[in-house]
């Protein structure tokens, strides 16, 4: 099993440099995505740290990577703690007129299971996936890995 941690301020911009990072890290350890699962994995960890920020309740948030086989292949998990009260972490949808309030739906939505669970610090926010494994890497997603106006 492969695992990595992140200790992370509880800001917005935090939020896009790790799911950068996240993805770089994914490419380490498997190789190509498929677009897909990409596009699964970089809502997951927006969400969830998004969530983290907007109700941590301190000023640090952290992030667990884990990678491993199971039986029907190769399972990424996704933990997001913070110190913000379980009982926030809602799970009924925001109306359709509410800007916000729909992230943990996403969550389920592009994850296989996920959950909430409460910790002595705050709670734990986690999602699970199967990582689907493609050829050639599209140019869509080298665009966006590569960044602005660059190429790999």
Do not use: Y
């Amino acid at each position: 099993m492969s695992t990595l941690c992140f200790d992370l301020p509880a800001k917005p911009r935090a939020v896009v440099l790790v799911r950068r990072r996240v993805l770089r890290q994914l490419g380490i350890w498997v190789g190509w995505l498929d677009d897909e699962t990409t596009h699964g994995i970089e809502v997951i960890v927006s969400e969830l740290l998004t969530n983290a920020v907007l109700h941590a309740g301190g000023a640090r948030i952290g992030l667990t990577l884990r990678l491993g086989n199971r039986p029907g292949g190769v399972w990424l998990r996704i933990d997001v703690a913070d110190r913000g009260h379980p009982e926030r972490a809602a799970r009924t949808p925001a109306p359709a007129d509410q800007e916000s309030g729909r992230g943990l739906a996403l969550v389920e939505a592009f994850s296989f299971r996920s959950g909430t669970r409460p910790t002595r610090q705050g709670k734990d926010c986690w999602a699970e996936l199967r990582i689907a494994q493609s050829g050639p890497m599209s140019e869509a997603v080298a665009a966006r890995r590569a960044g602005p106006g660059r190429t790999l």
